[in-house]
């Protein structure tokens, strides 16, 4: 199957500074790429979509200057949370797949830790 | 939008038997019913998954029935393992099948 990579997979940050979160697509391109949030023993819950070439799409409640979304190439969308608190602290999750009509393949997920 | 509820949220059974997690979903429009499992910390991890042309899909001990007409679908367990235990989520997709609306998870926990 397609391969989606996260980096980093741990990241520990002080409160109030930016970190980055990198989605690759290994094997394949991806025009769409999916951002996921989940808290603990909660759902995934989605945050945006990330468009090749376009602005992202938010989802309803996701603060789309907190949560900065780049998606400059076919194989890479960055999720940067900008001025982070610890109710940031979370589990983030991409997804993307090789067309609309097959699987999403998800990436490892990002444990984010603000201090 | 779509709205996705799942029961129970948590499930013990015995290795051996059967166990049953429950999905309902609101958009009629929803046409991708996919199932995840996830062990602590890491990706969900496709385990089957259900097009809205078909009413039940089987893969070896796991199976996966739809009825459209009631928006309900179900996954089923047989033969159930120590292995099996994990966060098993329900999922519904409008549009393609990439963009999927999570249910809320059940826990299963399968005693040897």
């Known amino acids: 199957g397609a391969v989606v990579s996260q980096h980093p997979s741990r990241v520990i940050c002080k409160s109030g500074t930016s970190v980055k979160i990198e989605c690759r697509s290994l094997?394949?391109?991806?025009?769409?790429m999916f951002w996921y949030r989940q808290f603990p023993k909660q759902s995934l819950m989605l945050m945006a979509t990330s468009n090749e070439g376009s602005k992202a799409t938010y989802e309803q409640g996701v603060e789309k200057d907190k949560f900065l979304i780049n998606h400059a190439s076919l194989t890479l969308s960055t999720l940067t949370v900008t001025s982070a608190h610890p109710e940031d602290s979370s589990f983030y999750i991409c997804?993307?797949?090789?067309?609309?009509?097959?699987?999403?393949?998800f990436g490892q997920g990002t444990r984010l830790t603000v201090v | 939008g779509e709205n996705v509820e799942q029961h129970p949220s948590t499930l013990s059974v015995q290795e051996g038997d059967s166990a049953v997690i429950k999905c309902t979903y609101s958009?009629?429009?929803?046409?991708?019913f996919p199932w995840y499992k996830q062990e602590l910390g890491k990706r969900p991890q496709l385990i089957i998954d259900?097009?809205?042309?078909?009413g039940e899909k089987k893969d070896q001990r796991i199976a996966v029935t739809l009825n459209k007409t009631a928006k309900h679908f179900s996954l089923h367990i047989t033969e159930t393992q120590p292995e099996d235990s994990a966060v098993y989520f329900c999922?519904?997709?409008?549009?393609?099948?990439?963009?999927?609306?999570f249910g809320t998870g059940t826990k299963l926990q399968v005693i040897p």
């Open positions: 259900i097009r809205s042309n078909v």
């Open positions: 958009d009629s429009a929803s046409n991708y």
């Open positions: 094997d394949f391109q991806a025009t769409t």
């Open positions: 999922a519904a997709s409008t549009r393609g099948y990439q963009k999927v609306t």
């Open positions: 997804s993307a797949g090789t067309d609309a009509n097959t699987e999403a393949f």
